[in-house]
């Protein structure tokens, strides 16, 4: 008996994928959790696994369509079994189980049209990059193995300078870029956002960075120190950490942290799950490997997704406070500037030179008032100031 595999949701904030490339031909036999195709969401590339074992009977989808989560994808079953002539959408597997559309063929001479005529070998973040730069990948020769296009081979082709008589050019966006343009357009649009903002005395932060640094002999990064507070901020005030959907507000009993990393043109938004058990050392250490997988385009589904709480961080630029857009459905953000040097104010009276830093919060009103907001931040700044 066939078994109908559709595609499952892998975001919060999306229910489209876009198909990058099958994994798996009609006639495979493939087991239980094997991957089936390789597919592209609005936070990371991803595989989508098998949940049967079987006989691939029919594949539905072209690369670089869009397709929606409840569509089924594939069907399994013995070999020589015959199937419908079309799969049919599976109900209330997606928001929205709509049979995938149909891929339009590439314009002869665009970018991606000859690669995919000939079956180039390229990863996923290889192709986005050539899309972006107007490359056609067949005129770029791969150097790993059975030919594979990587990153390397695609910026020795093209030329870093940019032509002074360039003409201006249409630049096409990633599934991941459009989607978190959807989702940052419905955040300012329909959630209310109000800021608070509180300027953080820095010299205990400085001076724990000091002593307490990495195997390595290198600094742990602010971000996680500001996790780490963060997180035990957010079990004092519980009310913060979790998700509201209008409808329903949903509150964790554990701290999942997301932390903001730019990976190129990309923002990927990595998930520190269990943040309030973890060290800031853990913390540091998971921080790089998640930071260093969004860079390469590796990040697996389980670590982008499950976030109740955000940090945002352009300490790393001459950026001293900025308000953060919330990152939809949670309840609340926080911004950190950068560090800078102050003169303050002491109890006697007397001036001294300080470290500082200001963190911005951003809230749904709907959900998180004035005085809870405030409370949290004001959380922050003592355990940063006394605690560590």
């Not at 290198?218 to 004092?236: I, N, P, Q, S, Y």
Request: some cysteine; overall charge neutral; aromatic content about 4%.
């Amino acid at each position: 008996m066939s078994v109908e595999i559709p595609m499952p949701r892998l975001s919060q904030t999306t229910d489209e994928v876009k198909l990058i490339r099958w994994l798996v031909a009609v006639g495979d036999l493939v087991a239980k959790g094997q991957a089936l195709c390789e597919v592209e969401n609005d936070k990371t590339t991803m595989e989508v696994e098998s949940f049967a074992a079987g006989t691939v009977l029919r594949l539905a989808g072209e690369p670089e369509s869009m397709i929606s989560a409840g569509t089924v994808i594939a069907v399994l079953g013995e070999a020589g079994e015959h199937v419908a002539s079309a799969p049919t959408a599976v109900p209330g597997a997606g928001e929205r189980a709509t049979a995938p559309a149909a891929a339009p063929a590439p314009a002869a001479g665009a970018p991606g049209a000859a690669a995919a005529a000939k079956g180039l070998l390229a990863t996923p973040l290889v192709r986005n990059l050539a899309r972006k730069q107007g490359v056609d990948l067949s005129r770029v020769h791969g150097s790993g193995a059975r030919g594979l296009i990587t990153r390397a081979d695609l910026e020795a082709y093209v030329p870093g300078a940019v032509p002074a008589a360039a003409a201006a050019r249409e630049v096409p966006l990633s599934a991941h870029q459009r989607a978190v343009a959807r989702a940052v357009t419905a955040a300012k649009t329909q959630v209310p956002h109000y800021y608070l903002k509180v300027r953080i005395g820095a010299d205990r932060l400085r001076a724990w960075r000091e002593a307490n640094g990495r195997a390595d002999g290198t600094k742990v990064a602010v971000d996680a120190v500001l996790a780490w507070a963060c997180a035990r901020a957010l079990l004092r005030h519980p009310r913060l950490n979790g998700t509201f959907t209008g409808e329903l507000l949903r509150l964790e009993s554990r701290v999942h942290l997301g932390i903001a990393v730019a990976a190129g043109e990309e923002l990927h938004v990595p998930v520190i799950h269990g943040a309030e058990g973890k060290s800031i050392h853990e913390i540091d250490r998971e921080l790089s490997l998640l930071a260093g997988k969004a860079k390469a385009g590796g990040l697996a589904g389980a670590e982008v997704t499950g976030g109740s709480f955000t940090i945002t961080n352009l300490g790393m630029y001459p950026v001293e406070e900025f308000a953060a857009v919330l990152n939809v459905p949670q309840l609340a953000i926080v911004a950190a500037g950068r560090m800078t040097q102050e003169i303050a104010a002491s109890d006697d009276g007397s001036f001294r030179v300080r470290s500082a830093l200001t963190l911005t919060g951003s809230f749904d009103h709907r959900a998180i008032n004035g005085a809870q907001g405030a409370a949290f931040l004001t959380e922050i700044k003592r355990i940063l100031e006394e605690e560590l």
